[in-house]
């Protein structure tokens, strides 16, 4: 069935360094995709998003890349800091949709 | 501006008792999406509604389930006869229209024993 992923279920890395979460998806009719940080006992707090026409896009600090070919979508952080530890999911949704598919989620764990 | 409002932030119940969770959304939004999250698990969609219109409950279990967002007042999860399975975190997202950002509560952890 269509699902969307993530490829792994943790990543750690050095405050300073980048970081890079990815994140699969299967649905060929999606065409908005929404990233979302969840810190530990809140609710998912919306990052950054992307439509189909375009295959990136930058915010504050973080840029999201979006690959149709391989269908395949990712988040870029600069200059990671501990305040981003927290989980990362990927969500998308199909044209004409509003309810947004997660997927499992990207643990982030960034150390000083 | 308030954000979105849930309570109880944490919900203990027996098996058999009912559950009732509120959701107040942001101040100028009338649409309210109910998610269940399991732990190291996505949110799962359940409901969507706007003042006193159920408008997609597709994710929503038929039975024991149901949802409310009346013309005054918060929306309303409420699940009766609670079982083990229903535990989980239960996330509440407003937005102002249809295609618009949603914007998450800080969920109501229930519990079932």
């Known amino acids: 069935g269509e699902s969307v992923g993530l490829h792994l279920p943790t990543l750690s890395v050095q405050e300073g360094d980048n970081s890079i979460i990815n994140c699969a998806y299967s649905?060929?009719?999606?065409?908005?995709f929404i990233w979302y940080k969840q810190e530990s006992g809140k609710g998912p707090q919306f990052i950054i998003d992307?439509?189909?026409?375009?295959d990136k896009r930058q915010g504050q600090r973080v840029t999201v890349l979006l690959n149709k070919t391989v269908k395949h979508l990712s988040l870029q952080i600069a200059a990671t800091q501990p305040g981003d530890s927290a989980v990362y999911f990927c969500?998308?949704?199909?044209?004409?949709?509003?309810?947004?598919?997660f997927g499992r989620g990207t643990s982030l764990i960034v150390h000083p | 501006n308030a954000g979105v409002m849930q309570n109880p932030r944490h919900l203990v119940r027996r098996r058999g008792q009912e559950a009732r969770l509120r959701c107040s959304p942001m101040?100028?939004?009338?649409?309210v999406y109910w998610y269940r999250q399991l732990p190291e698990e996505g949110l799962k969609f359940m409901v969507y509604?706007?003042?006193?219109?159920?408008?997609?409950e597709s994710g929503m279990p038929k039975e024991r389930f149901s949802a409310e967002f009346p013309k005054e007042g918060p929306s309303i999860l409420r699940i009766q006869q609670v079982v083990r399975g229903d535990s989980a975190a239960y996330f509440c997202?407003?937005?102002?229209?249809?295609?618009?950002?949603?914007?998450f509560g800080p969920g109501t952890r229930l519990t079932v024993t």
């Open positions: 969500a998308e949704s199909p044209g004409g949709s509003y309810i947004p598919t």
């Open positions: 997202a407003s937005s102002p229209g249809i295609n618009y950002e949603q914007y």
């Open positions: 101040k100028g939004h009338s649409h």
């Open positions: 509604l706007q003042k006193e219109n159920i408008i997609d």
């Open positions: 992307i439509r189909s026409n375009m």
């Open positions: 649905n060929s009719a999606s065409d908005y």
